[in-house]
C-alpha cells in the first residue's frame, strides 16, 4: 500500500504564500499521476492542480499564474507553491496519487489526511 502524507499548510494574510509538500511512501510502488485537491466548508472537493509523470501540469482556472505544482519523482513527492492567496483559497488541501503496486500489477488511487489552509487577515 501506499502512505500520503501532506504537510505546509496554515494561517497566512491575503496575498502571501504558502507551500504545500506530499511525501509518498510504502514498497513496490511506481506513482503516476498526482495532484492537489481541495475542500471548502460546505462544497465539493475540487482540483486545484494536476501533474503526471512526465511533468505534464494542469490548474484550475480560480488557481492559474498563482499556483505551481511540482514534484520530485526520486523521492516520490509532490509540491504546491501558493503566491498571491486570497480569501476564497482558504481550504482543506488534500493530496492524491495514482500508483501501481507492482507485486499486483494494478493502480489504486490513494488520498492523504489533508491540511488546511486558511486565507485570513
Known amino acids: 500500500q501506499v502512505q500520503l502524507v501532506e504537510s505546509g499548510g496554515g494561517l497566512v494574510q491575503p496575498g502571501g504564500s504558502l507551500r504545500l509538500s506530499c511525501a509518498a511512501s510504502g514498497s513496490d510502488f511506481s506513482i503516476k499521476f498526482m495532484a492537489w485537491y481541495r475542500q471548502a466548508p460546505g462544497k465539493q472537493r475540487e482540483m486545484v492542480a494536476g501533474?503526471?509523470?512526465?511533468?505534464?501540469?494542469n490548474y484550475a482556472d480560480s488557481v492559474k499564474g498563482r499556483f505551481t505544482i511540482s514534484r520530485d519523482n526520486a523521492k516520490n513527492t509532490v509540491f504546491l507553491q501558493m503566491n498571491s492567496l486570497k480569501p476564497e483559497d482558504t481550504a482543506v488541501y488534500y493530496c492524491y496519487a495514482d500508483a501501481v503496486i507492482a507485486t499486483m500489477g494494478l493502480q489504486f488511487g490513494y488520498w492523504g489526511q489533508g491540511t488546511q489552509v486558511t486565507v485570513s487577515s
Open positions: 501533474i503526471s509523470s512526465g511533468g505534464s501540469t
